[in-house]
């Protein structure tokens, strides 16, 4: 039996292929189609639902050895295979040339997966999401005669593959073939050095943290702090504003210990950097209206030190026995009152415990960069968002998983009742993020709207999805619950 980070997935395949080069991931899958095996691929084993690892599994092709970082002085670009993982390819970009990829926190996570649904995390308001510096990528793709073929798709605008690269700029995993090589150049990037091709971050990293206990926070003091943390998103995210440069994960803590907790960082150290830093961080201080656990901890720290502190609970992303849920939701606007209420009266008010404290909802800033890029230049649709959510709940034993999957399904159900117990795209609402999968959003037990799942994650960039599909993918041989559909 094989499984992934979450253990509530498991599979019995016949057979686990570790390629090394693209030659031999075609060769696996020219065997699986020509057999007629159900395939799947793997880079980090990350992914929150069953598409990797589930009964009908035949085949899994395991992308961990293909984790190589170079740069490619034709390209003019860093080639990034997709069996790295995320702390790996960190630190190799900035010892390596002293640039970075903005990209999710996670160590553990494979850059194969976290690529394809867009790629958010810290850097996004400064440096965008990784697909926004996505020049091209390699995919083994299967054609309508089962013929099995490597094809690399790029941005030019004048390359016949375009619609592969849009179609993988953010069209999610599984859905079009198997990405053995990304190759990464921010789109405005002149020049042949290396470090005028990526992100150059500051050597060191200013980061903050509050923390504010439920039993001090009361449901008027969570709607300012709400309030007020969606409007300064709102009022800091466009050009030239310098506190878009400002990144946070503000989270959410439920049960009788519970508490609220914000971390904010910003990439440069100099003494002006700081000094918005702590002015955001007051500024929240102040709205929420009760007394943080002490000061705020505001530390200097090198780039890569940030980054290992804000990937945060080690635990969580190292242990391999847990099994878990998740939603997410993106937010144009701040939560509204019937939300914020919702939220108040099942994270406070709630007895739900998670004996090992880990269950959270988190919302990721975004705005800043993100929101430069129209909704239609990829795949990704959500560019008018100032927020990311996923609600991430884990435990250990099977025993407890329908007490911990209903406490999610109410939640998110209850903070949605407005829109049938789903973020229908609306002024506040703006759907879902396919890295963070939720085959609940395809059932109507949970998704009572008139809103089908493709648009949650899609909105109207789905109908171009089903051509690429069509075009890449047309005997639907890479396929799971929630992948893109051939056109009818």
Not at 94 to 107: A, E, H, I, K, N
Not at 134 to 153: H, I, L
Not at 400 to 423: C, L
Request: glycine content about 10%; some cysteine.
């Amino acid at each position: 039996m094989t499984s992934g980070y979450n253990n509530r997935w498991s599979a019995q395949p016949e057979q686990v292929l570790f390629p090394t080069s693209t030659a031999q991931v075609v060769a696996a899958v020219q065997k699986a189609v020509n057999e007629k095996k159900k395939l799947t691929v793997r880079s980090g084993g990350h992914c929150y639902e069953d598409f990797v690892y589930n009964a009908e599994v035949e085949v899994i092709v395991d992308m961990s050895l293909m984790n190589e970082v170079s740069f490619d002085e034709k390209r003019r670009a860093f080639m990034i295979e997709p069996g790295i993982k995320l702390r790996e390819m960190y630190e190799q970009l900035y010892r390596g040339w002293g640039v970075t990829l903005p990209s999710g926190y996670c160590p553990l996570v494979g850059v194969g997966g976290q690529v394809t649904g867009g790629g958010t995390g810290m850097y996004a308001r400064s440096f965008g999401l990784t697909i926004d510096n996505m020049y091209a990528a390699e995919v083994v793709v299967v054609g309508k005669d089962g013929k099995v073929r490597s094809v690399v798709a790029t941005r030019e605008k004048d390359d016949p593959n375009r619609d592969l690269w849009w179609a993988v700029a953010g069209g999610g995993g599984g859905n079009f073939g198997i990405i053995t090589r990304y190759w990464m150049r921010a789109p405005q990037a002149t020049g042949n050095a290396p470090k005028e091709l990526l992100p150059v971050p500051s050597e060191q990293v200013i980061t903050a943290h509050y923390k504010w206990p439920w039993d001090k926070v009361s449901r008027k003091d969570l709607g300012n702090l709400l309030a007020k943390h969606g409007q300064w998103h709102l009022d800091n995210s466009g050009k030239g504003n310098e506190n878009r440069r400002i990144g946070s994960y503000l989270s959410f803590f439920p049960g009788p210990k519970g508490r609220i907790e914000l971390w904010a960082y910003m990439d440069g150290s100099d003494a002006h950097s700081e000094k918005l830093v702590r002015a955001y961080m007051d500024d929240m201080n102040k709205a929420v209206g009760a007394a943080a656990d002490g000061p705020p901890d505001v530390q200097k720290l090198s780039f890569l030190r940030a980054y290992n502190l804000n990937a945060g609970r080690g635990d969580v992303f190292m242990n391999p026995t847990l099994r878990g849920e998740h939603r997410s939701a993106y937010l144009r606007k701040p939560f509204n009152d019937f939300q914020i209420d919702a939220l108040y009266r099942n994270m406070a008010e709630t007895d739900y415990q998670n004996e090992f404290d880990l269950a959270w909802l988190v919302l990721t800033s975004l705005g800043g960069k993100v929101n430069d890029v129209a909704s239609d230049a990829t795949a990704f649709p959500q560019r008018d968002s100032i927020f990311q959510l996923l609600w991430e709940i884990h435990w250990m034993d099977e025993k407890d998983d329908d007490k911990h999957v209903t406490w999610t399904r109410k939640i998110y159900s209850d903070m949605y009742a407005e829109t049938g117990g789903v973020p229908v795209p609306n002024r506040v609402n703006a759907g879902c993020y396919i890295n963070y999968p939720d085959s609940d959003v395809a059932d109507p037990r949970f998704n009572k709207s008139d809103t089908p799942w493709s648009e949650l994650y899609y909105g109207g960039n789905y109908p171009k999805l089903q051509r690429a599909k069509a075009k890449w993918d047309p005997t639907n041989f890479f396929n799971h619950r929630l992948s893109i559909r051939l056109p009818e």
